[in-house]
Structures are given as C-alpha cells and as structure tokens.
C-alpha cells in the first residue's frame, strides 16, 4: 500500500512569494494534517482538514491556508513569504472522525527555504 | 492551554543499558498521548499510543495522571533504537497532534 506522498521534495523560494505544497493521503484516509518542523521550534500544527473542510487549524497567521479536494488530497498555501517560514513541512493522514485515537501517518515532507 | 515538554533534547546510554525518555503534559480532561519515532532517514511513524497499553520493539509508556507523565521506557536499549523520539498529545478541539520537541536518542556500543 503507498504511503502519504508530498511534493515537491524541495523547493527554494524568495521572500514575498506564494508557495503550494501538495499531499496525497492514504487511500481510505479522509483527514489530512499539516504540520511545520522549523529548526528549534519542533513539530507545530498548522491545519487540519476532513471531508473536504477545515476542522481546526493551528496559532498560524492566515496567510497560511489549504484546502482538501474531493479525492482527500491537500493543499497547503502559504502567502507572502517570510524567512521564518523556512521548515519542512509534513503532511499526515489518517482515518476521519470521530477517534481522535485514529494513527497518523506521516509523508516524506517538503522541505521549504525562503531566501 | 495544553502543552507538552521532553525535558532532554539527547539522551545517550551504552547497549543493554535501560532507557527512560521523559515526557510530560499539561492539559485539562482526559488526554490521548502517543509516542512517536524517526529513524535516520525514515519517516515519523506510531511507536506507541497510550489506550492500547502494549509493548513495540520492548517500549512501553505508562499513563500518570497524577504526575501528569507519560515516560517511555525500555529495559535493554538496542543500537537500533537510536532516533528521535517524540511525545504527542491529541488535541481536544480537533484531533491535530501536540508535539514536545523531541529527544535524540544515542545507543553506543
């Protein structure tokens, strides 16, 4: 069975820029989680999708944002780059609601870097 | 407001020594925890979540509600064992993951 896919791997931005990262969950997953891994602040959630709707999102500015398609894949947007921003960002996918005990898997991630 | 705190960023310990990464958690209700691990070059994955009460790779964690702990515990460290580790608490209003920051765990010869 494949696992959760991210794309791209990497991507180099510059600061001002708008980037899309992509998920494509388990197949039978409906719930999608973005997560950012920046360099000593961990894993921090940022957005949480299910069925097609945002369920919760994380203490991130707005210029953070995504969407979930009818298929379950994600979109993460994020507007007007910042340097800060610079992270890998994972993406998880698990079983819909209503456990919240349902395992999360994890991709590979996309490793983002503003210049 | 919930949070989760590892207190050590690495842990280091010889093969067939016991290994304790700590793990604690502040947070009002009935928390879900769970541990999970990255292998070098691998992806994140479930090492263990707290409502099953099971044994993975000789880890267990037990649930303290008093101490508000969630420790993860191996008798006998192996070399492959050596990761990073991190503890998770589920989130109530949505079932995002809470994650501390992570222990390095190093297993020497």
């Known amino acids: 069975e494949a696992g959760v896919t991210q794309s791209p791997t990497h991507l180099i931005k510059t600061r001002g820029q708008q980037v899309t990262l992509r998920c494509s969950p388990i197949s039978g997953h409906t719930s999608v989680y973005w997560y950012q891994q920046a360099l000593g602040l961990g894993l921090q959630f940022l957005l949480w999708y299910d069925e097609g709707e945002e369920r919760n999102r994380g203490n991130f500015p707005p210029r953070f944002s995504g969407r979930q398609f009818p298929n379950y894949s994600s979109e993460l947007n994020v507007n007007a780059l910042e340097l800060e921003d610079s992270a890998l960002y994972l993406c998880?996918?698990?079983?819909?609601?209503?456990?919240?005990?349902?395992?999360?898997?994890f991709g590979p991630g996309t490793r983002l870097t503003v210049t | 407001a919930q949070r989760v705190t590892q207190p050590e960023k690495l842990l280091s310990v010889f093969k067939g020594a016991p290994v304790e990464l700590k793990c604690n958690y502040s947070y009002s209700g009935s928390p879900e925890l769970f541990w999970y691990v990255q292998y070098s070059r691998q992806r994140l994955q479930l090492l263990l979540r707290h409502i099953s009460r099971e044994s993975i790779k000789g880890f267990t964690a037990d649930l303290n509600k008093g101490e508000t702990s969630f420790h993860l515990k191996k008798p006998f460290a192996q070399e492959e064992d050596s990761a990073m580790y991190y503890c998770a608490l589920s989130s109530p209003s949505g079932y995002a993951l809470n994650f501390g920051k992570g222990t390095s765990l190093l297993v020497t010869p």
């Open positions: 998880a996918s698990s079983l819909g609601q209503p456990r919240s005990s349902y395992e999360q898997y």
